[in-house]
């Protein structure tokens, strides 16, 4: 079953072959703007299991034995290829995961940026050579892979969390296994048969679809799995931990956030405002990076207020495959009751609704909800502390600097956070106040691929993106030699 003309994976990878599941076992991928079937995708057993570590192990023996001349060379054709491929890849995102499609677009050339920035970081694995106590001696310090990775994506962004941990895994040479998320496998799919394309050795990278509840265990205690790398919640990352304490797995975590925007009086206040929108309702609110907290110095609330109403008002709610589409449906069902809850609690305990706060009339089907502005939000609500990750945006005030950070940095959060100022030294007097991973100041555009993605606290630790992305998949190797 398949509602795509084009053809789109949907099994599992396993040894270079795509492969029903043992027993034939399926489940169904559902359009969040219809809530109708879209495809039946196989659901790893643990046998599958079982095959894709066995597979993977012999992988590994083959790529890192790969020169990184021949492995740069694979990921640079998989942009490429990718790239060839935007606009199929755009519509199954969509489909499955209910982003516009112009987001979904930009996401998968985003994604490709990830194989082009890992297929130079290939050749440039830098060790050294450090001269000992003696002439006679010397210390030479090398990076070596890993070895078998497992990694876990979720599905707000399907081609990218999971390319985050791809592209670099294979450039320091390293085999994969991955497990997308049930909602959204079948972009990362066709992310995969980009890869294999492009002419990676088959059974460097499998792919398991199913249950992670069931297969995160069996991977992470296979011996051979040396290497789990996870983008999801808090209580998934704990489980995660618990689970690779016991057999002292390592393992790297990007964990959500709950970003916090400082909004001085001096900066550009309808530009910030404007810009806040389009970042704050990209993908319906589902972005661990996202501006969730906005917080504007007194003399000037009413004004970002007033500019931030008026350009929420101006998106346009839908199917995300109409081009006229801002804001598509939420992902799931849970969103949307959580979306709901958000709203209610903090009307409930003072917080005025200045726009939005139900479901859009008109869409009898789909996980649809209207963008949404809180005023007055008490520090008490829940939007204020959980990650929201929902179309809902909860705006505060502050008087001076000490309490902007006060306010931005009493979350277990610390991903990313924003600063808008025309002042240099408010600039880094707020971006270094700020506990989180990354800051972006007179902008929203935070996750590139040359930079390192990841944040502090809660939010998890390791790195994706940039030089530092792929030193988390190798391990360092010391020699010393007596001449």
């Known amino acids: 079953m398949s509602t795509f003309d084009l053809p789109v994976p949907h099994q599992l990878l396993l040894g270079g072959t795509w492969t029903d599941a043992a027993g034939k076992a399926t489940f169904v991928v559902t359009d969040p703007a219809t809530e109708t079937p879209v495809a039946e995708v196989a659901a790893a057993t643990e046998a599958d299991v079982a095959a894709a570590v066995e597979s993977a192990t012999r992988g590994f023996g083959i790529w890192r034995a790969t020169n990184a001349w021949e492995r740069s060379r694979v990921l640079r054709r998989t942009a490429e290829l990718i790239r060839d491929r935007v606009e199929q890849i755009a519509l199954v995102m969509t489909t499955e995961q209910g982003k516009p499609l112009a987001e979904s677009r930009a996401e998968t050339l985003a994604t490709a940026d990830q194989y082009d920035w890992y297929a130079d970081e290939a050749r440039r694995i830098y060790g050294r050579i450090v001269d000992g106590h003696g002439p006679g001696s010397r210390i030479f310090v090398r990076h070596e892979p890993k070895g078998v990775v497992a990694a876990f994506s979720t599905w707000n962004f399907p081609a990218l969390l999971a390319s985050r941990k791809i592209a670099p895994a294979l ?3 390293c085999a994969v296994i991955v497990v997308p998320a049930q909602e959204t496998p079948l972009t990362t799919l066709m992310i995969v048969q980009a890869l294999l394309d492009a002419g990676l050795p088959g059974e460097t990278i499998q792919t398991l679809t199913g249950s992670a509840t069931m297969m995160s265990p069996l991977l992470i205690a296979a011996p051979a799995v040396t290497k ?7 209580p998934v990352g704990q489980a995660i931990m618990r ?8 393992v790297s975590l990007e964990l959500g956030g709950h970003a916090p925007v400082l909004v001085f009086a001096d900066a550009d206040i309808e530009a910030a405002a404007r810009l806040c929108v389009g970042a704050k309702f990209r993908n319906a609110g589902q972005v661990c990076a996202s501006p969730s907290r906005f917080f ?3 003399p000037a609330a009413d004004e970002f207020t007033r500019h931030f109403v008026a350009a929420t008002r101006d998106l346009r709610i839908g199917d ?3 081009p006229a589409t801002n804001v598509g449906p939420l992902t799931n069902a849970r969103r949307l009751s959580a979306a709901e809850h958000l709203v209610a609690d903090a009307e409930a305990i003072g917080a005025s609704v200045a726009y939005g706060g139900r479901r859009p009339d008109g869409f009898p089907a789909g996980h649809y909800y209207s963008p949404t502005v809180l005023t007055g939000v008490p520090d008490t609500a829940t939007i204020m502390v959980d990650e929201p990750f929902a179309p809902v945006a909860p705006i ?3 008087s001076t600097l000490e309490d902007a950070l006060r306010k931005a940095n009493s979350t277990e959060f610390g991903l990313a956070g924003y600063v808008f100022t025309r002042d ?3 600039a880094f007097a707020a971006s270094d ?8 100041v007179n902008h929203m555009a935070i996750a590139t691929a040359e930079a390192p993605f990841g944040g502090v606290k809660k939010s998890g630790f390791g790195r994706e993106g940039g030089t530092e992305g792929i030193l988390d998949y190798t391990h360092v190797k010391y020699v010393s030699v007596a001449l």
Do not use: C, K, P, W
């Not at 789990?228 to 808090?234: A, E, N, P």
């Not at 689970?243 to 390592?250: D, H, V």
């Open 320 to 322: 995300g495959r109409d």
């Open 424 to 426: 240099l030294n408010t």
């Open 433 to 440: 106040g700020i506990e989180a991973g990354m800051v972006a």
């Open 228 to 234: 789990v790398s996870l983008t999801g919640s808090v």
């Open 396 to 398: 505060g005030t502050f």
């Open 243 to 250: 689970a690779a304490a016991e057999s002292l797995t390592e």
């Open 171 to 173: 450039a320091a040479g």
């Open 296 to 298: 504007v110095q007194e």
